[in-house]
């Protein structure tokens, strides 16, 4: 069965730091890439950042980019991400999900076609 569960989530004031975590669980790791994703109340999904397992290769948003830092414990299948500085404007429920690795580098842009997905973790950041 496959799994991706997502932790890290909290609450924290503006210019603090979360690591998100995502554990991933089968499927061949290697092979795929890793997206985070969040959703905002009211606003529509947004990619934030990919990372494929099987080259490094990482992608991301360009509201994100400079604060946040994804990476990946490959022993562990699991994908991190390091979010720095946050402001209000990151509140969102943070989701991971994966698709293969071939795929990655439309992670981003390509929500849709991703092909597992995580439950969620909610992200809450005051001014």
């Known amino acids: 069965e496959v799994q991706l569960v997502e932790s890290g989530g909290g609450l924290v004031q503006a210019g603090g730091s979360l690591r998100l975590s995502c554990a991933a669980s089968?499927?061949?790791?290697?092979?795929?890439?890793i997206g985070w994703f969040r959703q905002a109340p009211g606003k529509e999904r947004e990619g934030v950042s990919c990372?494929?397992?099987?080259?490094?290769?990482?992608y991301y948003a360009d509201s994100v980019k400079g604060r946040f830092t994804i990476s990946s414990d490959n022993a562990k299948n699991t994908v991190y991400l390091q979010m720095n500085s946050l402001k209000p404007e990151d509140t969102a429920a943070y989701y991971c999900?994966?698709?293969?690795?071939?795929?990655?580098?439309?992670?981003?842009?390509?929500?849709?076609?991703?092909?597992?997905w995580g439950k969620g973790t909610l992200v809450t950041v005051s001014s």
């Open positions: 990372l494929s397992s099987s080259d490094g290769s990482t």
């Open positions: 089968g499927f061949t790791f290697d092979d795929y890439a």
């Open positions: 999900a994966a698709t293969l690795a071939s795929r990655s580098y439309y992670c981003l842009t390509d929500a849709d076609g991703m092909d597992y």
